[in-house]
């Protein structure tokens, strides 16, 4: 795992969900969810890949509530994808 790819997905998720939070309730709640995850990821104890269902919100994605916000939705997926050590490109193939 690329430790600073997924410290800089772990930043922006922060950062766009921080902003969001003053007007989007589920960006400040998403926040709070993932604040154990970012911590642990800025303190580089994520040394493997997690499991995809280890991350929390993932149904936000798949009941489609998090598309009303793409933003924050980028960045989420960015920062899951980091944090499970896929590529866009794995994907593709």
Not at 38 to 49: G, M, T, Y
Not at 59 to 70: K, Q, V
């Amino acid at each position: 795992m690329d430790q600073g790819e997924l410290r800089q997905a772990a930043e922006n998720f922060e950062r766009v969900a921080r902003q969001m939070s003053v007007t989007v309730p589920l960006a400040e709640t998403m926040l709070r969810g993932m604040d154990s995850v970012i911590a642990r990821v800025k303190a580089e104890e994520i040394n493997s890949p997690m499991e995809w269902h280890e991350i929390p919100f993932g149904y936000l994605s798949a009941d489609g509530e998090l598309s009303a916000y793409p933003e924050l939705e980028d960045a989420y997926a960015n920062f899951k994808l980091k944090l499970c050590n896929i590529s866009i490109s794995d994907k593709l193939v």
